[in-house]
């Protein structure tokens, strides 16, 4: 396939890639800068230089696409409103060039807010939260309602790997450096799903093949880990103690931080391992912490 993928140097879009030329997909990937276009070019992919909310290049790169994965997204969360428009409007820019097609779109969506404690299962359809008001996975199922092919994989709170710099973990073990302690709030028992990006890039590529059903994904490889594990394994990559918090104390110490540390939302992945075809084969988030090289 001809696949059109936005966030395709990030975290994840650039495992994405990877992933998808491995298989023997052809790959145009929006990316940002001249230098992200090089680099681009050196993983084998074709780079068109552009943003989400620039709906000529968007257009430019999925005019002769055979399918989408969509994953780009601001990381400046003081921008989130006008962030959730460029890619709301991004998804129905990609809608309209596909409207009357069978070529699938596949969007990225998580569960950072979701659920409260119950498991979370690929079925739910949560609403947009309006302390979070980004409406990908909304915008997403109504191209599939209008008879689009359309689907969403939602990424785990922790997408971990090698070389890992911007997520939750390297900033957890940021503020345990800079405090000498690796908390966890309570006992600890709060549970955190997580995934490798290797395995998260396959689902994404699986999803697509598969033709984008109006189904929603779950890219996770561990359902639920107790926070203190990973509070544990910080604190042994950091070298200081993991240590408890009262839930009062928490907001002074993680600042910003402190709603997610403290979040309880196991996922299944059950269903998507049935549908896809797919197990994970990389490493665990606590085996990835504790590995040499996690921070190489």
Request: glycine share 10%.
């Amino acid at each position: 396939m001809r696949v059109f993928l936005t966030g395709a140097n990030g975290w994840v879009g650039s495992a994405v890639a990877r992933d998808l030329l491995d298989a023997g997909h052809a790959v145009t990937g929006l990316v940002r800068t001249t230098d992200k276009a090089h680099a681009f070019s050196a993983l084998g992919g074709t780079p068109l230089i552009g943003a989400i909310g620039d709906p000529d290049a968007l257009r430019t790169g999925a005019a002769e696409a055979d399918g989408i994965i969509h994953l780009a997204f601001g990381l400046d969360l003081a921008q989130i409103a006008a962030m959730a428009e460029d890619d709301r409007r991004a998804i129905e820019t990609f809608g309209a060039l596909f409207a009357g097609t069978d070529r699938p779109i596949v969007s990225v969506s998580g569960f950072l807010l979701l659920p409260r404690g119950e498991m979370f299962r690929e079925d739910a359809r949560p609403p947009v939260d309006p302390a979070f008001p980004r409406a990908t996975e909304q915008t997403t199922f109504a191209l599939a309602e209008r008879g689009l092919r359309a689907s969403v994989v939602r990424l785990p709170r922790s997408v971990h790997g090698r070389g890992e710099r911007h997520g939750f973990i390297p900033m957890l073990a940021a503020v345990a450096r800079e405090r000498r302690v690796s908390a966890y709030v309570g006992d600890g028992q709060n549970l955190w799903p997580s995934v490798h990006r290797l395995d998260a890039a396959r689902v994404f590529r699986r999803a697509l093949e598969r033709g984008a059903r109006g189904e929603a994904y779950h890219a996770v490889a561990d359902e639920g880990v107790p926070f203190r594990l990973i509070a544990e394994a910080i604190g042994r990559q950091v070298g200081v103690p993991a240590m408890s918090l009262a839930p009062e104390q928490a907001e002074a110490h993680f600042g910003g931080l402190a709603m997610w540390v403290a979040g309880n939302g196991p996922a299944s992945s059950a269903r998507t391992r049935s549908t896809l075809d797919w197990q994970p084969r990389e490493r665990s988030l606590i085996a990835d912490i504790d590995h040499p090289d996690y921070h190489a």
